[in-house]
C-alpha cells in the first residue's frame, strides 16, 4: 500500500508547524540550488516564517535587484512606487558625486593626471597652492600662540621669583633679630647678677 495522501492545511500545533516549515524551507531551497546548478537557470526565493524570520536564496550568477528588475520588464508590473524612485535617484546622484570627489582627490594627490589637458591642470594647482596657504596660516596661528603662552609663563615666571625673593629676603631677617635676641639675652642676665648692693644709709 501507498501512503495516504495528506491533507493540506494549516497545522495547528505550534511546535509542528515550525519543524515542517524548517524542512519544507530547507527542500525548497535545496531544489532551487539544483535548479540553478542544473540548468543555469536564475532563481531568487524569500520566505517569511509565521514569526516573521526571513530566509532567502539567490543563484549566484545573479542579484535581487536584477531579478525584480527583470521581473517588472517582463511582466509590465511597477514594483517600485514613485518614492522608491526618487530615492533610488538619490542614491545614484550621491555614488555620482563621490566618484567625482574620489577623481579630484587623486588628482590632487598627483594621480592619474597624464591624461589632463593644460586646462585642467589650472585649477588642480590652484586648489593646491590655496591648501598650502591654508596650512601655511595655521601654521602661523599655532606658532603666535605658542609666542604668547611663552610670554605668559615668563611673566608667572618673574611674579614667581618675586615673591620668592622677597619671602627669603623676611626670613633672613627674622633669623638676625633672631640671633641678636638671644645674643644678648646672656649679656643681660649677667649684669643682673653682678650689680652691687646698695644699703640704705638712711637706715644707719
Known amino acids: 500500500m ?4 495528506i491533507e493540506i492545511k494549516r497545522i495547528e500545533n505550534s511546535t509542528n508547524r515550525q519543524v515542517t516549515f524548517a524542512k519544507r524551507r530547507n527542500g525548497i531551497i535545496k531544489k532551487a540550488k539544483e535548479i540553478s546548478v542544473l540548468c543555469g537557470s ?9 514569526m516573521g524570520k526571513m530566509s532567502e536564496y539567490c543563484s549566484p550568477n545573479t542579484s535581487f535587484p536584477s531579478l525584480l528588475e527583470e ?5 509590465g508590473k511597477k514594483i517600485w512606487d514613485a518614492k522608491h524612485e526618487k530615492l533610488q535617484a538619490e542614491i545614484d546622484r550621491i555614488k555620482r558625486e563621490n566618484d567625482n570627489m574620489q577623481i579630484e582627490l587623486r588628482h590632487l594627490k598627483g594621480e592619474d ?3 589632463l589637458q593644460p586646462k585642467e591642470l589650472l585649477p588642480i594647482e590652484a586648489a593646491l597652492e590655496d591648501g598650502v596657504t591654508s596650512v601655511r ?4 596661528e599655532y606658532l603666535k600662540m605658542l609666542k604668547l603662552n611663552g610670554k605668559i609663563l615668563e611673566e608667572e615666571n618673574k611674579k614667581l621669583s618675586y615673591v620668592l625673593h622677597h619671602q627669603q629676603l623676611a626670613m633672613e631677617g627674622n633669623r638676625s633679630r633672631y640671633h641678636r635676641a638671644a645674643e644678648y639675652a646672656p649679656e643681660m642676665a ?4 653682678v650689680q652691687p648692693f646698695q644699703p640704705n644709709l638712711q637706715q644707719s
Do not use: D
Open 2 to 5: 501507498g501512503r495516504g495522501r
Open 42 to 50: 536564475k532563481i531568487g526565493i524569500v520566505v517569511f516564517s509565521s
Open 71 to 75: 521581473y517588472q520588464q517582463h511582466s
Open 113 to 115: 593626471i597624464n591624461s
Open 137 to 140: 596660516n595655521k601654521q602661523m
Open 190 to 193: 649677667t649684669a643682673s647678677r
